[in-house]
Each structure stands twice: as structure tokens, then as C-alpha cells.
């Protein structure tokens, strides 16, 4: 990539609610991210909104004053043509689909999330396949452009990209970054002074190191989140107390979604209790969703609404457009991204993909070296790397018993003959989305 | 080991009601194995039931015209002095600590099985130290013997044992021989036509390829096993259902316990059913416990009864004694054993205990070496031989924070606040046998 | 193999002169060995020396009063057709191409050994595509035979036939046997009372355990041989003095053949001298041939000739002879083998070939475990195993960059610009056994 | 390390010839590098030399008009208190013990290069001593301070140091900065625009990838380099043909000193023939020293002469004036450095030191991922290691048998009792400098 160059950015997914946080992001780095022409793609069963979106995105970027020109289209193809960078934040099923994975697990007592346990299965054989579509047209169209992934679930996604396609792809998640923002805050010093690494899986991350003028801060951080001052969770995950002795004998800090493996009973019994009271999460992200889409109808809203926030989006902007710049300018900043192993976590395959923190230039990922895992934690990591990997494997291949492997290694899905009904159900609900299971629905 | 030697015998645990199993066995190998001495060691709790136990023996022994001086005793230095053999298979805690493992189970939902789960935990913290005693004990006054373990759990008594101590151990389990019997009956086969090779960690073995006249046999078995024509599995195991596209999908056929993994929910609901009806197995083993001890005081009783075949520990004389004749005879016999790994299964340590097919001889137990598994299922094996790691750890050292890490990581345990107290409930009353936590009793 | 079979032994290369020594060991365990029908197969051009071979045989076998025919024969496939066993003893080129090897490796100032440096590579080249010419006869003619390789470098060619054909295939060298039998010498014990282990790859073996009455008695064995009561090294190996203190630092005995990597200069010097004084090595041999061939057709002649044990090839009845006889009887017995590596020596692939101690069973081979090497052996292994991969390679494909990039990396090969002109120079005149290359030939 | 210190920066050999060049380095940089205090550190009979040095750098300075105070002390630790970097370049023994080891190599048939073979193996156990001691008083006297290592050789010294202290060490090269630099011009591209991974051990480097506009043409520079227009050699390393058909086949590209590897037997020719014709590198070294001397009495020389650069040093100044001020600033510049391995190069050991390109921040250095070397080169690599590793040790502990062991796995030095001769001479003739050999020196 030159530096000079007009550059073309398209957005699948492009009528989502997080849009003008992006857009926001866009504006604050025009200096640096020359932007000439934004794409918003989306789907005809989401056209309304996402015509309501690409006003907002017009009023935001005139207001500003940016040189940008805004399309919105449900034709990819012709979005995808030349562009530079390719964002994807869209959502295989739209809402419906999460809140019916929801209630899938939540009957057959499982966890319902949509990135861990039979959630995150169901969602990663919805969106794979359309994952591996926009490559495809990708390889053709614009074959040196970058691929941003921020689809959930973002890990398996990536790993799919890495695997069967040739585009660079880069995998984001707020986690880390929520994560950093809140170490600087709780040690009292400038996030632009520490140093944080971060490694693992999407959603199954720990913080290893937080250095700050050449000190290691982690054991402070530690004592400082076990007094009770977490500020790193995002605020789509429910506060939860720490077994102090077993985070200290650990050493490194998890993120919060290691609850779901640390802490399952409790998380699942308080699922439970906030599905009877009908305030399951996705449940609760429709209502945002609507209460949001009626702000930004406002036309004379001309900024980022304050209520954007409380999803568990906030700073998807910041790792969105730092990330673009970061390989746009080669400068080099740390990130925590999702991308290729490779040695960096040792004990996994070098072909899977790895969520650690990385310098990014313009020609490479470069992870931070991680030194190497506990055993115990390392082997949580493979179990469910393998978990991940057999997932794609399902998911592109509508491999059935691939499918009943990961689930039975899945260690927050409890193994039986409830999950195997409860995987008939998925699919058989899903099927538009799983195509690849086609074959094998007349047998379930 | 020269081989014109009179050989001692002694037996840690003798009053145990398997004894006369492994005495039948003794006598059907009297002419290879020259015993001359056989020691039964007890403790004083034991020792009413333990005199039955050595009446039956001697007048087994004498019914059968052997030359050998039976001894019972509760001094177990003068047992194990100059021993050859030292067979292992006490129960640390007697039938009252299984019962209440199952109870503290059972009270927080989870698997109370007394080698699974926390149950295996509990037991293995009781057992561990008891056996590096012996172990300490043999070192001083019989380097030389060789340790034959039973006690349960087996492979991880058998990982503590040779990593702390210089002693030759053999750790035995009589699933593996029931597998190989039931193959063999199961293909139509006489079972010395068969080479049956096997391999994971104790309770979570697999057979890997049953080789008879140069061809493996497995797929068939397999297909038999389907059929629902299972003879494979010892008594105390209940019957059950596998997926057959799962099991065809492996390719490698899963012991019973394996059920504990690929189906955790169904057994856990067969257990709280059980439990309610005051059938739980623990309860079902004192009963029959009993009704032995009573046929073995017959005075007229010259054999072992029937009914002994009814427990799980069928053909435990089987493997006790042939492995005692194999190393003596240097027979070059292929048994399934408990011990150091050293490669045999790639992607566990060298140090760690697998439980393998091998070759006995004199010198060395050389396992058969093992095609690698395939990916989920060694991801399977690595945690579990964590668990069983941070077990042994925790067992020796009454180290909590490494017994928790064991719990957590424990696929049939559910994570959670609910594992702690349950923890704390089986230290404080265990806390007898699990003297290396004394110094944390207090903080619970 | 059923255990009341006729047997059918082929001996590809039968007109060896080596032959008389195989029979001998067939007669003397004609007990266990019930064969019916043994096969001499040899080419045109030795038929003549084949027919005294064959005649002599014939002699044998009658003195012994064994029911044996024997056939002389040209035609392979009729050797093979429906055979238990296949004795692979050819020498590709036939001793003419040995002296050519040497001597095209002493004009370019390096080790012209026929196992060893270029001479390796070279007979490597020659004869892995006969002998994959021959596996694939037997797939078709015997698929359920066993394939016994003395053909050198017998490593490689087993490497060969083990990765690109399904024939059960076992690779010999009379070095271990040698090894083994001078330790029982040395150490003035009975051959039978010792479990010896080597490992390492073919003439790059070290005994790592000499196992006696429980006990390792391998530093005694490198203390008599220190003091220089070497018994172990064949006849066609010159003696040679070890540094006393470098044995004992690496705490294992290396084979005679180490010497060429442990003292290159001194060996190479002296066979500079030998061959100035016209004593090389195949010269010898030559002669040796020779004389062998005039006591052969004396036709009162009914035994083997004393003669024929001043060959390297002593012993080579016994390992061959018992490993049919092992296989047959599924006796367990302990050999050192040529087989698949599969995790036996750690560092190594799973699928390259290794020279190990083996049970061998009328299944499997199953190597003796292995304790990890230290690291400067291992890496030294892990060095000549690469280039044995190399060399199969490029024999297999006529990769002219695979040679060069394998002759590099053999330490006992200098490397530079008169490596390419005696691989030029080897190539050309061998061009009629190494079809692979004809492509480049014009280019050389 | 804060960004508004005053700086000390301590030269450990700072009366080297090579000091000019760093000196220049520093007043280029020193807006962004605010040096206060400059100490060249020297041994008494180094001192004359040194004051020539250290009166040309106040000149130099001075004409520059920085504000640095220039201090000259053969008292080490007035230089290291409170140092904030440590630039190691002496040399233990003078060019004196580079000439004894190239004669002493020769004599024996060896190559005598001062980092490869014999002559590394002594340069390391005579250097090794003395950077452990410089790194013992900066764990005392600045244990913040990083230590920047350019003493040859430059890996094993970084090993030693990396291994056996706590002090932030890395080594630096001027090798894959000529390559970086020559890479640049052969493709015509500005040096900045190119990102160039380099990977393996000191002296045996290749690179892997020129990136370029995100691009990789690394296989546009082969071609250039084959067709005879190599940049990247320095000017010590005699101009050399490469095999082209091997370089393409190997895909990346061997540093200079590889030729020592690969075409070894040429460059031992070569440097017999130079030392008949007494020109053999320690000599010329000699040579131009003591011009260089004259040159920099001039009283009127304010700048570094020309001359300096025909070393082989040349870019010296570059490498370590930038990588201070990489650190200092956290520039995440990306430099080719020796640093510990833990993962990078995939097969070698956590804790061995490596030669890699890595991004320098102001609190780690972190390589570049590698692909995963070919089996060949990894081969080659890991014996290298090996060799140093053994190396290191026998430095430290005054291991003959570690020196043996070392010396026989080194593919350039030709084992055999002439090494043993070779290695008696070496540690005699540097008994005072192998002080760790003290033990053994009687015995030799």
C-alpha cells in the first residue's frame, strides 16, 4: 500500500446500530486516513434501517467537514470492487437468530451465549459460510485489501478466513481493549504509557503483562481488581466476584468471559433466572436496538449518541480505525487482534488463529512473544482451540459428527443426549443459514 | 530377579474381600510362581474381617496342596522386609469414605464416582500419602520388589508413585482385561489369538486396534459393539446406549467409563435417580461386602465364591498374578498397565502415568507403541492428565489453590462457587487422611 | 499368519555368498521353521556364481536331512508369488559399483564407505528403486509377506519402503548383533541373561542399557571396553582407540561406525593409506569373494565355510533367521530392527526409520522405549536422518537439488564445489541404476 | 526508562579502533538521544591506544557542538554506576589472540575464522568470562541499564548473558544490516521502504522475506544476487559464487558467512592459500589498525576517516546508536538483533539466544514470527546451537569433555585426535584467559 493513496473502505453489515461509531472513528482520524468514498453494505430485509444509518453517516461526515463520499447498497460486489479495506460486522440471522440460539440452549439447560457454548457453535455455522463468500468475492475483487472481522464469533471466523482464503485478515474484539483502557484506569497512570499483552482465544483471554516504565504492573493490577475495582469488564457481562486466592495462584488475569469456564454454574444458574424474568441478553439488545434506531432518526442528531455505549460495542470504533491507520501509516502500534498463530502461543497448531497482542506495520501482523502458558491454562487453550477448529470444520463441511466432537469437548456444554437434540433443533431451525447441513436434515 | 528364588508375597490391604480372588490366582500359577511366603497386612479397624479373609486363604491353600506360609499382620515393615511382590489395594478410609464422597457428590449435583470427578479427587488426596509411605518403606526394606498398585485411582496413586519414589511400580486396573476378554468373546475369537492394544490414562482408555491373524479387528468390534451385543463392560458399570455414527466417527472404541465424558449429563441423571432410590453404588458395595463376609466364614468354603465375580474387580487376580509371573518369568506377556509414559502416547509428558498396552519383562515394561490420536481426543487425554497432575500435587503438598485448578479444569465438574464449598466440606471431613492440609483447615 | 503354515521363503539376490549362512540358520531352526519352499533369485549376469550358491544349498539341506526344495530362479514374480517371506540381499551394481563408489570418493579426498558419506548416498541411489520395483511385485504377489532388508544402506532403503509401500517391511544390520554379543563377552555373562537396548539410526547406533539381573551394567561394559577388550566391533571395521574420557561423558556406547563422525580425520586418513596401498575396503572384499566362491564349489563341501564369517556379515543368518522365526512363533523375542519410528526416539518424525531394540511379535514390532538422547547426540541423529530423508528423495525422484542439499548437510561429506563434480561423476557412471535422473543427465 | 533523562552511556573497549563510528553515530542522533556522559573504558595495555581515541572523540564532539562530557577510566566500575546503556566491544586477549587462533586453527588444517569453528570456540571461552563479570557489576552498580553487545562472538556472548544474568542484554551484528542495506540497493528501492526478516543464529543468518509495498521479493533479490551483483557481503568476507539451482531450491538467502557451510572445503582453501601468502585476516586486521592509529593522531581529525569503513564493521555505529535510541524513544524500530529465542524460531529452545528481526520498544524486543524453517536448514541450525550451547557451557565450567563434545558436532571442524591436539594448544596458549580451565590445564 502507498501512501498516497484515495483510499476505499466497505462495511458489510453496514446498516448495523455500531455503524456510527465507526463513522465517528473515520471523522477523528481523517488526517491521518485519507478516506475518499465509504461503502455501507447491506441486505434487503435490512434496508430500512440501514437507510437510517447511512443518513446519520451523511449528517456525521458533512458536519465534520470530511471529503467522503457515503454509499449505501445491497450490491457487495460492486462495494467490494477496489476497495482498500473491507470491515465486516455483519450478523448471519440478524437479531432473531441470537435470540433463538438463546432459547435452544436455554431449554436444554445450556448456556446460551453467542460467542461460548451451543450459542457460539450456532453462530459460527450461520456466519462462516457468508464469511468465506465475501473472501471469495474478495480474492477477486479487491485481492490486497485488508479484511476486518468483527462478526462474531470473531476467533472462529477468523480462523475460518486464515484457512480457506488467501486475504489478509485481521479479527477485532472489544474484550482486549476494554481490557487495556481499564488497567490504565484502575493503576492510576496514561493507557498510551503501559504496555499490555494480552493472549489466548477470542473470548478466552488472559492479560499477561502490563508494563509500565520498564516494570511489570500485572501483580498490582491484579490486587487492584480483586479489591473490587473492576473497570476492564465490558458492560454487556455481568459484574462477578473472583476467587482471590485462585487469581493470585494463577498469576495472570482472565477476561471476563472467563466466568463462563472459571465460574459455569453460577453463570448459568443466573442465565436462568434472567431468562424467567424475560431479561435475557438478547432480549435486552433488541430493545436497545430499537430505542437506538429511533435517536438516530432525529435529524438533527449530527454525532455518536451517548446510548451507543451501553452495548458491549463501546471502543469498537477506536480498534477499528486505529487499526486501519496503524497498517495504512505502517506505525506500528500494539493491538490485540485475532490473527494467525504461528508459534506465538506455543502448544497450538502454527495455522489456527490466536487472539495476542501485535505490532502492526503494513506488511505484517507481528505478534508479541507470549512466554509460554501454564500447563493447566494451556490446556483449557487447546481443548478449546480443538473445540474451534472441529466448528469450522462442521460449519464449511456440514459435518454432523464433527459437529458432536466439538460440542462433547466443549467443557461449558455438558455432554448427552440433550445435546444432540438440542444440535437436531439448531439446524433444523437454522437451515437457511446452514446450507452446508442440507444433506444431512432428512436423517435428523 | 534370579529365577530359582522363593518368592514373598505381600499383600497392603490382604483383608480385603478381593483377597481370595488374587489367592485362586496364585495357586492356578503355583508352578511358575514359587510363592513361599504370602503376607496379608491390615490395619486394626480391618483386622476382624481381615482373620476371616486369611482362614478362607489357608484353607484355599490347603485344599490346593501348595507349599506356602500364609501370615496376617499389622506390622507392615515385617511384611514388606525382603518381599519380592508387594501387591497394593487398600482402601484409605474404608467403605465410610467412598459413601461419603458419593454423599458430598451428589449434595452440590455433581459426579461422585470414586474415581471420577471430585470423588476421585478426594480419594486420591486420601490415598497418595498412605502409598508413598509404603513406598518409603519398601525403598529401606526392599528395593529390589516390585510394586503391584490396584488402589484406586489407580493411575494417579501410580503417577505419584513413580515420580516420588524409586521403587518399580505397575499400576493395574481390570477394565482393560474385561475389554480384551469381552473382544474376544464378543469377534468369536479365542482371546489368546487376539493382540489387543490400548491406551489413554486409567478410566479413560480406548482401544486402539485389536489384531487378530495380521488383520486389526477393531472396525468390527465396533460394529458388534453397536449392535448392542456389549461384553465389554465390567458389572458395576451400568449398561448404555453409544451414538453409533459418533463411535464410527472416532474409530476407536471408548472403555465404559468414557461415558462419564461423552455423555456426562445422562449418567449424572441415572446417579441422582439412583440416589433417591438408595441405590447409589457405594451403598450397593457395602451390601454385597457384607453377604460375602458372611459365605467367607464358612468354614467349609475351600474356593472363592461366585459371587465375588459380581463386583467390578473381576479378573483382578488375572492381571495381579499374571503380571507377577510375567516379570518372574520374564514372559514378554502383553498386559494393560499404569506406567511412565515416555513417549509411548505423544503429547504427554515423559514423566506423567499412562495407562498402555506393554510388554512385561523382567527388566522393563515396554509399552506398545501408540498411532497419535486424533486431535479432540488428545486434547481430552492432555486435561485430564492435568487434573490428575494438579491432583497429585495437591494430594502431597495440601496444596488448595492446586486442588481447585485440578477441579476447574475437570470436564464432569462444573465450575463454580459450588465446587469450593463442596471442596472445603470433603477436606474438613477427610481431613484425617489429608493431613498435608492441616495447615489450611483452619482458613476454610 | 496362521501357525501351521508351509512356508515359502524368497531370497532376492540369492547368489550372494553370503547365502550359505542363511540356510545354515534355516536348517538349525527348521523345528520352528516348517519351510517347504526356499527361492534363490538372481540376475543374468550372476547366474554362474548363483548356480554354485544354489548347488551348495542344495548339498546342505540334504546333509541335513531337512524337506526343503530349493529353486534357482530369474524370474522374481514366480519368487514371490504367494511367499511368507522375502529376504532382501541384492547388491545393485554388484561389487563393481562398491569399488567405483570408492574410488570416485577418494579422488575428491572424502569417505567412500558404502553406507557412509557419498558411498552411502550412492548405493542409496542405486538401490531404492529396486527395491521399490520389488514391494511392488509383492503387493500384487504376496501382500501379507514380510520383507526382511539387508540390501545397504539398509536404514535408507527401509526409510523407503516403509514410507511408499504397505509391505510389512523390517530392515537388519549384523552391527547390533555384534554389539550385543561382544557385550555379553566382555562382560563375561551368557548372551541369553542380557535385554540389550540400541538406538540411534542404521551404523549410527549407540547402546543405551545393557540390562543384566535387574540391573544396568552398560558403565562396566564401557570400562572393559576402554580398557580395550573391544569385542564388538565386526571384522571389516579397523580397530580403533575411543577417548576414555568422551565415552564416559556421553555415558553411552557408540558403534564402531561412529568413529567417522566422532574421529573423521583419522579414519579418512587411514583409508587414504589403504587405498594408496591398493587394501581398500571393496578391493578386499573382492578378493574375499573370490576365494569364498572357489571353497563353495567344491562338491563335497555340506557345510558353511569357516571362511565366511571374516565377512562384516557375520551373524547375519542368526538376525535374519530369528526374526522369521519370531514373527512365525509370535515369540517376543528382543532384536535391533530397522523400523518406523512413531515416536520411539523423540526428535525424530513418526514416519522415518529408526534402528531400535524391538519385541517382535507376529503383529507388530514394537520398539523398546527410549529414553530421551542428550541433546548434541540427538541433534547429530536428527542431522543424519534429514539427509537420509533427502537422499531417499532424490533417489525416488531424481532430485539433483535434494542430493546436493543432503550432501551438505552430512558431516562427514566437506562441502563445496568438488561435492557437485563427484556427484556429477557418480550419477554418470551410474546412470543405468539411476533411471530417476536420466532427465538431468544432459544438463550435468 | 523515562523520556527526559540525562544519559550515561559506558563503552566497555572503548580505545577500539571502531569507537569513531559509534562516536559519529551519537552526534547524528543527539536531538533524539540527549547523551550527557560518554566513558570509554579501557585496560592498562590498551590505554595509549585508547587516549588517541578518546582525544579524536572529544574533537569529534566538540566540532559538533554537543554538549557530552567524553571520560576515559580503566576503572569499569565508575563507568557503570547508574549507566543507562552498556556498549560492550572489547576484545579479550587483542588482536594477538585473533592471530594465535587463526594460527593455531590453520596448523591443524582448520578454519580460523574468529567466529566460526576453532576460532569461535576460542574467542568465546576466552570473551565469555568477562562479559559475565561486566554483567555481574551492572546487576550492581545499574541493573536497569541495558547492556548492548558487539564483542564477538556475538551469539554465544549473548547466550551467556541472556542465560546466566539478569541484566537486559542484546547482541548486535553488522551482518544483516549489510544485508538490509545491500538488499536495498540491488532492488533500487529506498531502504526505508523495504522490510527485511532475518532469522537464525549470529553468523548463520538467512533472510526470509524483503518486504516491499507488501509485497515479498525476496526471490526478485535471489535472482539479482545470482547474477553476480551482491551487495550485501562485507568487505572481510572474501566474493564467492553461490550454486544458483541451490539457492533457488533453498528459497532464502544465506548470509555470507553460510559459505563456510556450505562451501566449506573452498573457503579452507582459500585461507591456506592466503595464509601461505601471509595474508590471512588477523594480519590485514593488524594492518589496517595501525594505519587507522595514525590517522586518528592528527591533530587536526574531527571527523571519522574513511578508512574505517573498509573494516568490516562498517554500519556498526548504525546498529548500535539506533537501537538506543529505538529503546530510549520505544520507536519500534525494526532491528536484526540476537535476543533470547522463546518461540521464535520454532525448534530450538525457549532460553537460547537467536539472531532474529525484531521490533525494539522501550520494554521488550520481540521478533518477527518465522515461517518454520525447512527440515535441512532447521537441522543445521539446531546443531549450530547446539555446538554453542556446549560452548557456553564449557566457557563457564572448564568442561573438556562439553569443549570435545562441541568441537565433534561443529560440521566445519573435521573431528578426529588433531582437535584434541588443536583444543590442548588453544586452552594453553589462553590459559589466562580461560581461568575456568585452570583445573584441567595440568593434565592436558
Known sequence: M??????????????SSYTPELVEGLINRYDELPI??????DIDAGMEKAQVICDLTKRMINKAGCNIEVYLTTDRKQALDNADFVCSQFRSGRIEARIRDERIALKYRMIGQETNGLGGFSNACRTIPIALEIAREMEQLCPNAWLLNFTNPSGMVTEALTKYSTIKTVGLCN?????ER???EMLGVERKDITMQIAGLNHLVWARKVLHEG??????????????????????????EWDADLIRSLGILPCAYLRYYYQSRDILDKEFAASESKSNRADLVAKVEAELLEIYKDPTLETKPKLLEERGGAYYSEAACELMSSIYNNKRSIMHVNTRNNGAIQ??????????????????????RVEPFEQDTLRLIQLMKEFETLTVHAAIHGDINAAKRALILNPIVDSGSHVDEALKETIKENIEFMLAFSHVIEAL
Open 175 to 179: 474484550v482486549p481493549v476494554n481490557m
Open 347 to 368: 502448544g497450538l497448531p502454527n495455522d489456527c488463529a490466536v487472539e495476542v497482542s501485535a505490532v502492526i506495520t503494513s506488511s505484517e501482523i507481528i505478534p508479541l
Open 215 to 240: 516494570k511489570d504492573k500485572l501483580p498490582e493490577l491484579i490486587e487492584v481488581l480483586l479489591e473490587g475495582n473492576d473497570k476492564m469488564t465490558p458492560k454487556n457481562i455481568p459484574p462477578f
Open 36 to 41: 475518499t468514498q465509504l461503502w455501507l453494505v
Open 2 to 15: 502507498t501512501n498516497n493513496k484515495e483510499l476505499k473502505v466497505a462495511v458489510i453489515g453496514g446498516g
Open 182 to 184: 481499564g488497567a490504565a
